[in-house]
């Protein structure tokens, strides 16, 4: 959940109007920005939602096994910022058929991987490769819309699917891997390439002028900028795994990315056609938009990162779970729905209170589970975050297209930068937090339970009575049969204590999405008031 969308809302806000297609012709497109989003998203969701069982076919461990989402996420997240201006110097189409071949060569390749290294290099190449799909989706998507409903349809309903990609992937790949291991789920994203590399040839773009933009110091700050959002994805995606300060190139690397991206800053700050607008991102306004964005990913790991490790945790098998993926994916379709049907500029700050509400709501029932906790009771809540999600995010993507827009297009870049940074990095970022307080309240809870049994508390000296009594039946001899107890029991703590850590983790989740709700609200008053106080001019009387 965490759905990643690149460079591709900006990048496609202006397209060239042209003569309206057929009906035939533009389901056509329609249908390839579909296939599109959905072989980007599956692609990032059988990475990220499938991390044991690639690590127990390539024979490595989970901790080796979650470089490869690092790997993945690296060029998903950097890459954007030049393939924007490559797709504006060298043409629409060349773009579109050397990105599309180049996603086909590496889901090939991908059905060969036999080992970490070779891994790794594919996983990094497959997040390269991914990069230029979302802009596609996107680019089709609009391609065949009036002018008129490319924003309130057309925006909405890629980020309906492109969100929906990795959720959908937790929902077919327990039937995909069955007991034949990953060869089915890299053969899917190989046939789904391959439909997608015939779709984007037999359906082209209308073409755009060509423009030479690309300037020696962009390489410069592209490598700059690559390099700290590389640093800060391996950052999170590795620090809670090895608990932070365990592993001190951890905190190395932080510092270096800081400092990459703070020289990139300065770079750009000192240039006559900058690659980003440093000055404008600083803006109230742009500040105001960022926050909401990064908060946005931050309260939405609840969904990505939180539900399915708990019932991981809670020994819930996968194929036990896509029922509720499912009811996930059809919540957040709606959540696009209702974009569509409700979605102004106008509108943009009612949406985001309603799906903040929403966020709160299934949080604060989310944080009441137990060790008996199934799927089957969070499909509620969790439709309920699903549908906030889509509420939430095409609308602030339209507010800052707009703001974008309004100041012009050279101001597309900067605003990318912004959506990549909140979504990509914020995504990585939020899970990384979040998975970083559920250890430590895991820890803290885990002490609690084992103190209990170590003092004799009562309630833990039942339970241990009670397992023992259950194991007499099969354990002659009492000492075996007290520590089996003994075992069973820390066992049951351990499970408990993650039970416990994930309630306070939604609880939080929940605090912070009212408190963000709380002051939309008090922000809204306080427009309303200062518009009421604000003295109308006098009309004209001569």
Known sequence: MTQDTTDSPAAAATPPAAAP????????????????????????GFVSGNIPQIAGDLGITTTQASWLMAAYMIPRASLPLLLIKVRTQYGLRRFAEI???????????????????SAVIVQTLSGAAAAPLSTLAFMYMLEPLSPEWKMRLGLPAAMAVLMSGPTLARVVSPALIGDGGLSAIHLTALGMAMISLMLVFRLPLRPVPHQKVIQALDFLSCALI???????????????????????WIGVLLAGSVAALAVAFAVELNRKAPLLDIRWLASPAMLHLTATLFLFRLILSEQSTGAPRMFQML????????????????????????????MRPNRVPTLHLVALLLIAAGAWMDSHGTLDTRPAQMIVSQALIGFAGMLFLPPAMMAGLM?????????????????????????????????????????????????????????????????????????????????????????DAQAQSYAMAYNDAYTVTFLIALTAAAALVLHLLRDRLALWLTPSKPSDMT
């Open 226 to 248: 690559s390099f700290g959002f590389a640093g800060l994805t391996i950052g999170f995606v590795m620090g809670p795994i090895h608990d932070w300060t365990s592993m001190p």
């Open 315 to 342: 020994g819930v098998a996968p194929s036990q779970m896509t029922g509720l993926f499912a009811v996930i994916v059809l919540a957040s379709l709606l959540g696009g729905m209702a974009c569509v049907a409700w």
């Open 99 to 117: 990105g599309i071949i180049a996603y086909v060569a590496v889901a090939f390749a991908s059905v060969w991987i036999n080992d970490f290294r």
């Open 21 to 44: 297609l057929s009906m035939g012709r533009a389901l056509a497109y329609l249908g390839a920005a579909v296939m599109l989003a959905l072989s980007q998203g599956l692609g990032q």
């Open 403 to 491: 703001q974008a827009l309004a100041r012009g297009p050279q101001y597309l870049l900067s605003f990318v930068i912004v959506f990549i940074s909140t979504q990509s990095l914020g995504g990585v970022l939020g899970s990384g937090l979040f998975t970083t307080f559920i250890n430590h309240r895991q820890a803290v809870h885990y002490a609690a339970l084992t103190d209990q049994l170590a003092v004799g508390y009562p309630v833990a000296m039942q339970a241990i009575s009670g397992q023992i009594a259950v194991l007499a039946t099969t354990i002659t001899d009492s000492t075996l049969r007290r520590g089996q107890a003994m075992q069973q029991i820390a066992q």
